[in-house]
């Protein structure tokens, strides 16, 4: 059987046929150790057909659709018209394809019918082709070739980039990312303005436990000595908020035990200070950013779960891709998988719950109803996921009523009163949406009313099939009855 392959090049499709296969061996290791001699593997391989690429954009092109397993019209007609064919245009004796991808030899396969085969064994034909390509076309360099791939690497990789359709998600990402090294930095740098300030002021901590607060009081108070008056009453006010707090730092300051402080030492504290304020301060800023990022991206799991517990739910998945395919099982022990095959490993008990333990819904419910409330809040989680992952339109209604639906289950299992149906709340939320949206949510109405139509629709179908069976055995009582009647007169 005779044995072609195709070579997808920076610079054009090319078809190669094997010859001489039974000399060297149908063995992977064989051809690998004829692919090091261009003479030897020269004789085992010839090339058939090259059909260059027309342009750039044409590369691009090709590669994406193979790289997606498509077969295009340029690569059919390159195909159909190289490949050995009879006098009358049907398929000639038996031979196969050899590709590099399954997925793209099934493709080609379904579209011309040429069988096609990948194999370790055509592997190594191929990389043996990827390096001695330039061997075998004749006007093509070296140099010319390194260039296309170089341009056809850029191009591709730009086009991924600017159609990756998890881009946005990757901002969310970044910035939980960034937000929780934040907050830990700034806990740090916190700490050790108090211990360094402290030498200057140590009753400062008891009266102002709040961190931030006590950064932004060291650096406006600076020597302790300037609150023997009342000189800075009005800015103390104006950084705590109340003129009580203020009159109680300043007494504190009048009887403090702490020890003087040189005025280099007291730059190097205010310079510290200033920069753990401006932390903080950003560390606002991002957090704004999040939940605007969030609102936008992910409204029905925000509202559901909220912001922060949502994006790091999207930030342990990947993307909100990967969240909206895991079923609400994953969702509920996302971010605990260490503790789960620990679990597996002792066989001891499961988790029960893993980032969104987070969430307020985990903190209200007891402690026995704490597995229960967080198997269903997943399930809620899992839904509004894919509602932001699949859904067109931008809106937090779905995620407001699976919020509802998990206060009247917590309500549920605290006092027993009894939640309302899925396809209820479902059925609100559309409602909901058409009228922000208009008539534009006609069409996604459609799946929520469809729902109970296809029910009803299935409880016809099963009625029918009742009265046609119960018809089909009065028939046969009928027709055995007159059977019996004559067997009683015989």
């Known amino acids: 059987m005779a044995l072609f392959v195709l070579f997808e090049s920076a610079s054009g499709f090319a078809l190669f046929e094997v010859k001489e296969l039974d000399e060297i061996g149908n063995s992977a290791d064989k051809v ?14 010839k090339l058939t057909a090259f ?4 342009s750039a954009a044409n590369a691009l092109e090709q590669i994406n659709a193979v790289s997606e397993a498509q ?46 085969v990948c194999s370790e064994l055509v592997g190594e034909v191929l990389r043996g082709c990827r390096a001695h390509f330039t061997r075998f076309i004749g006007d093509l360099k070296e ?12 191009s591709y990789s730009r086009a991924k980039v600017k159609f990756n359709v998890n881009k946005v998600d990757n901002m969310i990402i970044q910035a939980i990312a960034l937000l929780d090294t934040l907050d830990r930095d700034v806990n740090t740098f916190v700490m050790r303005v108090r211990e360094w300030y402290s030498w200057h002021f140590p009753e400062l901590v008891k009266v102002v436990p709040d961190n931030y607060l006590y950064a932004r009081l060291a650096l406006a108070i600076k020597d302790k000595s300037s609150l023997i008056d009342d000189s800075k009453l009005g800015e103390l006010t104006e950084v705590l908020g109340e003129e009580a707090k203020a009159r109680e730092v300043i007494d504190a300051a009048r009887a403090s035990m702490g020890q003087d402080i040189s005025p280099i030492d007291l730059i190097n504290i205010q310079t510290f200070a200033g920069r753990v304020i401006s932390l903080a301060e950003y560390r606002h800023k991002l957090h704004a950013y999040l939940l605007e990022k969030m609102h936008t991206i992910a409204p029905n799991l925000s509202a559901l779960i909220g912001e922060v517990v949502g994006a790091r739910l999207i930030s342990h998945a990947g993307s909100l891709t990967n969240l909206a395919k895991y079923p609400a099982s994953t969702v509920q022990i996302l971010g605990a998988e260490k503790a789960l095959f620990r679990a597996l490993k002792t066989k001891g008990n499961t988790p029960k719950y893993g980032l969104i333990f987070h969430s307020s819904f985990i903190g209200r419910a007891k402690q026995r109803n704490k597995g229960r409330i967080s198997r269903y809040l997943a399930n809620k989680c899992s839904i509004a996921s894919r509602i932001d992952a699949f859904m067109d339109a931008s809106t937090s209604a779905f995620g407001e009523k699976l919020k509802e639906q998990v206060e009247e289950r917590l309500r549920f299992y605290e006092d027993g009163v009894a939640p309302g149906k899925n396809i209820t709340a479902m059925q609100a939320a559309m409602a909901k949406l058409k009228g922000e949206l208009g008539d534009a949510g ?27 069976d119960k018809k089909r055995g009065a028939d046969e009582a009928s027709a055995e009855k007159p059977k019996k009647a004559k067997k009683a007169k015989a």
Request: charged share 40%; with cysteine; net charge positive.
């Open 32 to 45: 690998q150790e004829s692919v090091s001699n261009m003479e030897r593997f020269g004789k085992v391989v």
């Open 442 to 468: 006609d069409d996604e109405g459609m799946e929520v009313d469809g729902g109970s139509a296809k029910k009803k629709e299935k409880k016809d179908k099963k009625e029918k099939k009742d009265k046609k």
């Open 71 to 116: 077969l295009t019209d340029d690569l059919k007609s390159f195909l159909t018209m190289n490949l050995p064919k009879t006098k009358d245009g049907k398929k000639a004796k038996k031979f196969q394809l050899g590709v590099f991808e399954a997925k793209l030899g099934s493709a080609i396969q379904e579209a011309t019918g040429v069988p096609c």
């Open 51 to 54: 059909k260059p690429f027309s």
């Open 143 to 154: 140099p010319d070739l390194r260039r296309a791939q170089l341009g056809l690497a850029h």
